[in-house]
């Protein structure tokens, strides 16, 4: 059954560095989204991409954010000045629209 | 922002009950989702509605649409210990948007 893969599943980083994770979605999905899940707390919307651009973005994604489908089957989220609160599970899923979306396993960052 | 009162926040079960977990907004939702989450893992698609009124069923799972279109719930029944997680409605709002709100969540435990 085709599911959405994340790398890496952990990433360890220090205050003020350059992250970036990875994300493959289901192949013929054209929808892609991130997701951040603070630890015991709900998934929050991070930014919605479609026909190779942002689609919508919520408060969170500020000019720190950054995503891109740099080829037919990647997707990455980029944190260029991690903070301490960007410490989350961040989650990429991808849907064919209307509403039904199916989600990787998530990548732990903690920002130390 | 948008909410979803998500209740209970948790339930402790015996092995055997049924169990009733609801989401209420004061939006009205084009799409009501319900997920399941296990921890280190993403959210699980479990059921997907579409129409005001629609009733769903997946197994011994059953979830509705509600007629305001502002609510939604989900029934499991004669529950097993697998059934142990964390399950969250989830909703795409009227109006186009393709993201998800997501409510906070009902923790399952399930005694044996």
């Known amino acids: 059954e085709p599911e959405v893969t994340q790398t890496p599943s952990h990433q360890v980083t220090q205050m003020g560095q350059e992250v970036i994770l990875r994300c493959v979605p289901i192949?013929?999905?054209?929808?892609f989204y991130w997701y951040r899940q603070i630890l015991g707390q709900k998934v929050e919307f991070l930014v919605s991409f479609y026909n190779n651009e942002i689609s919508e973005k919520s408060e969170i994604f500020d000019d720190q954010f950054s995503v891109e489908r740099p080829d037919g089957s990647n997707f990455t989220l980029k944190i260029r000045s991690t903070k301490l609160e960007d410490s989350a599970m961040y989650f990429c899923a991808s849907g064919q629209g209307g509403g039904k979306l199916f989600f990787g396993s998530g990548t732990q960052l903690s920002v130390l | 922002g948008q909410q979803l009162n998500q209740s209970p926040q948790s339930m402790f079960i015996q092995e055997g009950e049924d169990v009733s977990m609801n989401c209420t907004s004061s939006s009205i939702f084009n799409t009501w989702l319900w997920y399941k989450q296990e921890p280190g893992e993403g959210p699980v698609l479990l059921i997907a509605l579409y129409k005001a009124g629609e009733l769903t069923s997946n197994g011994r799972l059953t979830a509705q649409f509600g007629i305001t279109r502002k609510d939604s719930f989900l029934n499991i029944s004669a529950s097993i210990p697998s059934d142990v997680g964390i399950y969250f409605c989830a909703g795409q709002l009227q109006g186009g948007s393709e993201k998800l709100v997501f409510g906070k969540g009902t923790k399952l435990t399930v005694n044996p």
């Open positions: 192949s013929n999905h054209l929808y």
